[in-house]
C-alpha cells in the first residue's frame, strides 16, 4: 500500500493512535500528529487529513479532547489536548486496541480450517 | 519541524487557494489553513528546488481526492453539535430552574385568559384571528427578529450554525392561530394551547439567546487570527 493512501486498519484505530499521541505530548497540531505518526513507523503508516480531521472533531464533540488556538508563524494554529475524560477514555480504548490487535495476531498466527 | 517558514504574501495566497476552491468562511480557511501551510512548507523543504505554487500543488494532492471538504464538512458538524448541546441545556435549565416555574405558569395562564377574554368579546382585526393570537405571533416573529439583528446572526459561520440548531416549534403559533378558533373545538382548547406555546416559545428565545452568545464568544476567540 502507498504512503498517502488510507489504509482502512488505520482507519479503525485512529482515535486510539491519536489518544495515544496526546497522551505521550501534552498537547499537539493536526499536521504534527500525522507527521509523528510517519516518523514513528518510519513512512509505513500515514494517516491522511481527511481520515485524521473528522476523527479530532468527533473527539472534540464527544469531550474527549479541547482545543487551543495560538499565532504561529503567521497563522492560527490549533492545538488538541486530552480533556480529564479523554484521559480516562485512552487507557480503554489503547487496551481494547491492543486486545483486538491480539486476537488478529492469534488468528494469523493459526492454521485456520473450515469445518 | 520544517526549516522553510511561508511569507505573508505565501499565506494570503494559500487563504485564497482555500476560498478559490469554494471555502469562503474565514473559520473554514483557518482550520484547513495551518495544516496546508505546514505542508507546503515541508514540500519545500524536501526539495528546495520546487517553487512555492509547485509545492502547493503537490500538498493540495495529500488531501486526496475530496480536497478540503471532509475538514470543513466535520468542522460544522463539530460546530452544530456543539450548539445543539448548549441549547438543549439552557433549554431544560431555563425550564426547569425553580424561579422559572411559576412565572412560566403564570405567563401562560395569563395568555390563557387573555385569549378567552378576547374571543368572548369577539376581538378578531386581523385575518379573523383572535387579536391576542394575533399580538403573540407578531411579538414572537419580533422577538426572533431582535437576535438575529443583535447577534448579526448571517456575518458568519458560528452564529448561522447556532441559529441553525435552534428547535423552531413555537414556530407552529404562525400556522395554528389562524386556525385556533374552530366551531367544533371547544374554545378553552386553543386558548390552552396558546397558553402553552407562549411558554414554550419564551424558553426557546431565552436558550436561543444563550446560544447566540456561545457562537459569539467563540466567534470573538477565533476572530484576532482572521486577518492574520
Redesign the interface.
Known amino acids: 500500500m502507498k504512503a ?1 493512501e ?1 489504509n482502512p486498519v488505520i482507519k479503525g484505530s485512529l482515535t486510539a493512535i491519536i489518544m495515544k499521541l496526546l497522551e505521550n505530548n501534552s498537547r499537539m ?4 500528529m500525522t ?1 509523528a505518526v510517519r516518523e514513528i513507523t518510519q513512512n509505513k503508516m500515514n494517516i ?3 481520515a485524521l ?2 476523527a479530532l ?2 473527539l ?2 464527544e469531550g474527549l479532547l479541547e482545543t487551543t ?1 495560538e ?8 492545538y488538541y489536548a486530552l480533556t480529564k475524560k479523554g484521559k480516562k477514555e485512552t487507557i480503554a480504548k489503547i487496551d481494547a486496541l491492543k486486545d483486538a490487535l491480539e486476537s488478529v495476531q492469534i488468528l494469523l498466527n493459526s492454521k485456520l480450517s473450515n469445518g | 519541524m520544517a526549516n522553510v517558514k511561508l511569507n505573508e504574501q505565501q499565506l494570503k495566497e494559500l487563504a485564497d487557494y482555500i476560498k478559490a476552491k469554494g471555502f469562503k468562511d474565514p473559520a473554514i480557511i483557518n482550520e484547513i489553513l495551518d495544516h496546508f501551510a505546514c505542508k507546503v512548507e515541508e514540500e519545500m523543504e524536501i526539495d528546495a528546488t520546487l517553487s512555492f505554487y509547485d509545492a502547493v500543488n503537490k500538498a493540495r494532492n495529500s488531501f486526496g481526492v475530496m480536497g478540503f471538504a471532509p475538514i470543513a464538512a466535520s468542522f460544522t458538524k463539530q460546530l452544530r453539535s456543539r450548539y445543539r448541546r448548549v441549547y438543549w441545556k439552557k433549554f431544560w435549565q431555563t425550564a426547569s430552574a425553580p424561579l422559572h416555574i411559576p412565572l412560566l405558569l403564570l405567563l401562560g395562564y395569563g395568555c390563557f385568559k387573555c385569549w378567552l377574554w378576547a374571543n368572548v368579546n369577539n376581538y378578531q382585526h386581523i385575518m379573523e384571528m383572535n387579536d391576542v393570537s394575533a399580538i403573540l405571533t407578531i411579538g414572537y416573529v419580533i422577538a426572533q427578529a431582535i437576535i438575529m439583528y443583535q447577534e448579526e446572526t448571517r456575518k458568519n459561520l458560528y452564529k448561522q450554525t447556532a441559529f441553525g440548531v435552534a428547535w423552531f416549534f413555537p414556530w407552529m403559533l404562525i400556522y395554528i392561530m389562524p386556525h385556533s378558533n374552530h366551531p367544533n373545538v371547544p374554545v378553552w382548547v386553543p386558548a390552552l394551547i396558546v397558553g402553552i406555546l407562549v411558554i414554550l416559545a419564551v424558553i426557546q428565545l431565552i436558550a436561543l439567546r444563550a446560544t447566540m452568545r456561545t457562537a459569539a464568544a467563540d466567534y470573538d476567540e477565533v476572530k484576532q487570527f482572521f486577518n492574520a
Open positions: 498517502n488510507p497540531y493536526g499536521y504534527e507527521k491522511t487529513e481527511a480531521y473528522p472533531h468527533k472534540v464533540e488556538a499565532q504561529v508563524d503567521g497563522r492560527m494554529r490549533k
